[in-house]
Every structure is written in structure tokens, then in C-alpha cells.
């Protein structure tokens, strides 16, 4: 019963290769998010759609294409893969709303995919 | 801007002690939220407890507490009798501001490891 899931957990690839990774929540929430953790763990946050609708593009290549067929799916595809993407990616869901209560922004996470380019 | 700040990259505690971890905030908005999530080395993101700014007291879940010190814009995580399980990458975040559809604005992380 995941709230969010990813697919796949872990993935190969070579440099200048495509690839994509999925995100289903099953929370009913509007709003997912793609971020990046990198290997000093921090985090950052890449893009954030709200039913369907893309809210949020921080600065990352255009290389990455988030695409939401439907409120409970966020997928990210990544094209011409780097060294630089090898990173840790998490897909999270969240329902925010104007009362700054824990049910209004609390970010449910998915498992992570862990992606290594070589 | 709203900022989050965590000033500890890193700590060793003795397990069974009590650890408090920094995090400290940056914003103008009167309502806002402030959450503590634990990583541990399997990867995933658990949320541990949440703070809102008009809350009367302190929150505590189990042997997490928050030590909120709204004058001094200080959200500081308390884990009480620590264990070696508590040993994680710990994350602060915040509420950020309605423009950006409140997303969540994390701090860079404390690895807390708990010595035998």
C-alpha cells in the first residue's frame, strides 16, 4: 500500500544515453516534485507541478523533462545523460494549501532512484 | 527570501544521550511551518515532526521534541536517550511562501552518528 513509488530504484546507464523514471501517489495529493540529492546529500528541489500543471523549474537543463499525464504521475525524463546527473532522485507529493498546518505540507517521499552515469 | 540553516555538517553522540541538532530560519511571513525529516543510510526521507509558528507549545512526538524559539527564529530537534538506529542524515525544512506553492525550503543536512 506506497504512497509514492518510484521506478526503478536503481539505475545504470551509459553517458549520452536517455532515460526515464516514474512516479505514481496513490494520496490523492494535487501537487509532486521532482528533487535532487546529490552526494553531499543536499537537497534540491527541480520542479513542482500542480494538477498537471508545471509550477516550479528551477535552474536545470533542459535536458530534464518532467511530464505529468495525470495528477497522481510525475515522470522525469532525462536526455544525452552527463556524469554530473549521477545523483540520487526522489519523487514526493504534498497537498499545500494556505494553512500552514503539518496536512497542508507535509512531503511524502518516494524510495529514490539512484542513478549512476558512466 | 526565506532561508533554513543548519550549522552542524556533522556529530558524534554517545548513544543514550540526548542530541540537539541546529536549525535555524529566515522568514517575514507571520504563518509558517517547520518540519524535521530523517534520512537514514537505506536512502529514504521520514518525517519525523512539525512545527507551526502559531502553536502554543512545543511539539513532541515520542522521543523527538522540537525546541521552538520563535524570538530567536530557532527550530532546534531534540532526540531524547539516543540509539544507534538514530543514527541518519537529519533535514530541516520550511514552509516557503505562497508564490512558489509553498514548497518546502530544506537545510543542508547534520550526519548524526551514535556511538556504541
Known amino acids: 500500500d506506497t504512497a509514492v513509488s518510484q521506478t526503478p530504484k536503481y539505475l545504470v546507464t551509459q553517458m549520452g544515453n536517455d532515460k526515464s523514471i516514474k512516479c505514481e501517489q496513490n494520496?490523492?495529493?494535487?501537487?509532486m516534485y521532482w528533487y535532487k540529492q546529490d552526494s553531499k546529500k543536499f537537497l534540491k528541489i527541480m520542479f513542482s507541478y500542480n494538477n498537471k500543471e508545471l509550477i516550479i523549474n528551477e535552474t536545470v537543463p533542459n535536458r530534464f523533462s518532467p511530464k505529468s499525464p495525470d495528477k497522481a504521475h510525475l515522470n522525469l525524463h532525462i536526455n544525452s545523460l552527463e556524469l554530473g546527473d549521477s545523483a540520487v532522485y526522489f519523487c514526493?507529493?504534498?497537498?499545500?494549501?494556505?494553512?500552514?498546518?503539518?496536512?497542508?505540507?507535509?512531503?511524502?517521499f518516494g524510495p529514490g532512484t539512484r542513478l549512476t552515469v558512466l | 527570501a526565506q532561508k533554513i540553516t543548519q550549522t552542524q555538517p556533522g556529530m558524534f553522540v554517545q548513544e543514550k544521550e540526548a542530541v540537539t541538532l541546529d536549525c535555524t530560519y529566515d522568514t517575514s511571513d507571520p504563518s509558517y511551518g517547520l518540519f524535521w525529516y530523517k534520512q537514514p543510510s537505506s536512502g529514504e526521507m521520514i518525517f519525523l515532526i512539525y512545527q507551526g509558528s502559531y502553536d502554543q507549545q512545543n511539539a513532541t512526538e515520542g522521543r523527538y521534541s522540537l525546541n521552538f524559539q520563535k524570538a530567536r527564529k530557532s527550530a532546534n530537534l531534540v532526540i531524547s536517550a539516543s540509539q544507534l538506529g538514530d543514527s541518519a542524515m537529519y533535514f530541516c525544512a520550511m514552509r516557503g511562501p505562497r508564490d512558489s506553492n509553498y514548497q518546502l525550503i530544506w537545510g543542508a543536512g547534520t550526519k548524526l552518528i551514535i556511538k556504541p
Open positions: 494520496l490523492g495529493h494535487d501537487t
Open positions: 514526493a507529493s504534498s497537498q499545500p494549501g494556505l494553512a500552514a498546518s503539518r496536512l497542508y505540507n507535509e512531503q511524502f
